[in-house]
């Protein structure tokens, strides 16, 4: 079967949600897990391949070539379209990544105009006069607008995407979404012909962004968070039926957390008043040489075996502040990064099977302990939340990648219960 379209992603969590989204869709998805190299393999009969890569937040420069290498591979692969996926909350800077980003992907393929649209109507995220909001709320009103390397304090997409690329910008709004798919196409069109090369488009429903979708299945290059993504999916003919993978068997269950989102506060304090074994990690002892690892390993051990497990390093926005004035900002993050990498691969190597893990950097870093290159994704847990499963050293694994902001306040303690109780 040929791969009917490829996706960059921005980061690993965020790779995971445009893979369960284009599962969602009806396409057998895979999803990789940093710049490929030429000889990394796809599952069979692939319809979507995801290639997740760290490039939010990395320097410009490292950002399009890492993505450039990532749209290359997918071309090598049959992907006649490409899929640029960033978070639903624009996470950005005025020097980009989103504007510089974009530019290289059309400029390799030859793109005169492509569509954005960072809408995730389960998630509260909405478009609409080219703002975006977070359920009733401007993102710069809300408690998203405030992330710990990208502080969103805008909310206007067509100015903040103007600050990241020599090129015009313009708007698809939602009345016109509301005519159809042949009105937004005459109108990607205009813009086109008036010199307009990123077109940001309204969206407030799955109905709006299944339009958007069809009407940008032509467009070597679209850009947006997992909802666009979709909405493209199902303009794609349908293939069958994406059958989920089995579960492993055996083994124990933990949640790894380092996102400090308000959802992940709130994920991990649920986890706690249900009774189950939590431990919070004190990244300031680490960074003075304490065995932060050896520590958490001994208390895990002592726990019991049928009970799943949390170990975190999120933290308030009050104790994130105060971490990051004693360490900096860059290398508070590579703290919490180091700590849980090595965290996974300890655990996976004392029999953890079913491994959960909150947060896009975090999810990089585990990932990348792991030696994990490729997984297929399965089922969701919640919208964005699928489990994706791999094969380790270790054995067969399933893994949860979760972007901090997605999943119920319930979502560790429900996934983990459902996985145990069907290897029961």
């Known amino acids: 079967m040929t791969l009917r379209i490829g996706c960059t992603a921005d980061d690993f969590t965020g790779g995971t949600d445009v893979a369960a989204a284009f599962r969602r869709a009806g396409l057998r998805t895979a999803l990789v897990f940093g710049a490929p190299y030429d000889t990394t393999a796809l599952p069979a009969d692939c319809d979507a391949a995801v290639v997740a890569l760290k490039s939010r937040s990395t320097p410009v ?62 998630n509260g995220r909405t478009v609409y006069q080219g703002h975006l909001f977070v359920h009733d709320q401007l993102l710069s009103d809300s408690p998203l607008r ?24 313009g708007l698809v709004d939602w009345a016109t979404v509301r005519r159809g798919v042949e009105a937004v196409r005459d109108a990607l069109t205009a813009h086109q012909q008036s010199g307009v090369r990123h077109v940001v488009a309204d969206a407030l429903t799955d109905e709006d962004l299944a339009v958007l979708g069809a009407a940008a ?44 989102s308000a959802r992940t506060l709130e994920q991990i304090a649920q986890f706690y ?19 932060v690892v050896g520590e958490a390993l001994a208390w895990y051990d002592e726990q019991d075996p049928d009970l799943p497990v949390l170990i975190y390093a999120s933290a308030s926005p009050e104790e994130l502040a105060a971490v990051q004035a004693q360490l900096g900002v860059t290398e508070a993050a590579a703290q919490v990064e180091e700590l849980l ?4 691969s300890r655990l996976v190597g004392r029999g953890v099977r079913r491994l959960l893990v909150a947060g896009g950097e975090t999810s990089g870093a585990v990932t990348t302990a792991l030696g994990i290159r490729a997984v297929l994704v399965g089922e969701e847990a919640d919208p964005g939340v699928p489990w994706t499963y791999a094969t380790t050293e270790h054995g067969d694994l399933a893994l949860m990648l979760k972007s901090g902001n997605f999943g119920a306040p319930d979502l560790f303690t429900r996934a983990l219960h459902t996985v145990v109780e069907e290897t029961k």
């Open 273 to 291: 008043a249900a009774g189950l074994p939590s431990l919070h990690l004190d990244v300031l002892a680490a960074a003075t040489g304490r065995d």
């Open 217 to 260: 299945l032509e467009l070597p290059v679209v850009a947006g968070a997992a909802g666009l993504a979709e909405g493209l999916g199902h303009a794609y003919p349908a293939s069958g039926p994406a059958a989920a993978e089995p579960w492993p068997r055996d083994g124990r269950a933990a949640v790894l957390a380092g996102s400090c």
């Open 341 to 344: 990498g090595a965290l996974a």
């Open 146 to 169: 405030h992330h710990p390397l990208n502080p969103m304090t805008d909310s206007a997409l067509v100015r903040l995407l103007s600050a990241q690329t020599r090129h015009p910008v």
């Open 61 to 122: 420069d490292e950002a399009v070539a890492d993505s450039l290498a990532a749209q290359r591979w997918l071309w090598s692969k049959g992907a006649a379209q490409v899929y640029f996926k960033y978070c639903s909350t624009f996470d950005s800077t005025p020097r980009g990544n989103i504007g510089p980003v974009t530019d290289a992907l059309m400029d390799a393929a030859g793109a005169a105009v492509t569509l954005h649209c960072p809408a995730s109507p389960p």
